[in-house]
């Protein structure tokens, strides 16, 4: 049974379902789970509704003992933090790493966290050419590398990744509101904006940014 390859799909690193035998019940459950925290971290709802919603795929998972799923269960939440410009908390990530070496998730990590380690052969095939662009530090390479991967959220992810690597353009973050905005994810379209805003202040387009400041008055 392929277990990771359903668990979280969400990530493109990880790709779609397979496998004829039926997933255990906690194995299901945890997908479930993680797949409405997924939608619920990024439309934005309620902290203490998604903060349920990942509790209970984390507990599902624990009850497999299975330490990639679980620390594969955490890089989904941080590699969500990073599409939507948050910080990550690595803390139960590296415990999970203490425990038992995943090099895939390993590798994963350090993508998310900006590590120049990164291994790109562990990584799938539409983040390498983004990986190189960001380890390149070319701006223009980057933007068009985040627009060039086809799955919204790594894209997204990818997005926020090269922000935090200083690779911010215009045409960067154009594409961000615009995969947010398309997918209904109010919550990263939100950060986005606001970062969009700065980005236009910063570079003293005072009409552009009063614009996005409107369009998120209109829909906070």
């Known amino acids: 049974m392929k277990k990771v390859l359903c668990l979280v799909a969400l990530l493109v690193w990880i790709g779609g379902c397979g496998g004829s035998r039926p997933a255990p019940a906690w194995f299901a459950s945890g997908h479930q789970q993680l797949e409405t925290f ?3 971290f990024l439309t934005g709802r309620a902290t203490l509704i998604v903060e349920t919603h990942f509790q209970k795929a984390v507990e599902e998972i ?3 003992g299975d330490l990639d799923l ?5 890089l989904t939440r941080m590699a ?4 939507v410009l ?6 139960e990530i590296r415990k ?5 070496a995943v090099p895939a998730n390993d590798n994963f ?10 291994d790109a052969s562990l990584l799938p095939a539409p983040y390498q050419p983004f990986l190189a662009a960001l380890q390149g530090g070319n701006a223009q390479a980057a933007a068009a590398a985040v627009a060039g991967i086809d799955d919204p959220l790594s894209r997204l992810i990818a997005a926020g990744l090269a922000l935090q690597g200083r690779l911010e353009t215009e045409a960067l973050l154009q594409r961000a509101v615009e995969t947010a905005s398309q997918n209904g994810w109010k919550r990263a379209l ?4 606001k970062r969009l805003g700065s980005f236009y202040e910063a570079s003293g387009e005072a009409a552009k940014a009063a614009t996005v400041r409107q369009r998120i008055a209109l829909i906070q």
């Open 70 to 74: 679980l620390g594969k269960a955490w």
């Open 109 to 118: 990590h350090r993508f998310l966290a900006g590590d120049p380690r990164t």
């Open 62 to 64: 624990k009850k497999g």
């Open 86 to 91: 948050e910080e990550m908390g690595e803390e």
């Open 96 to 100: 999970i790493e203490a425990a038992q």
């Open 190 to 193: 939100l950060a986005w904006l």
């Open 38 to 40: 997924k939608t619920d």
């Open 80 to 83: 969500l933090q990073r599409a």
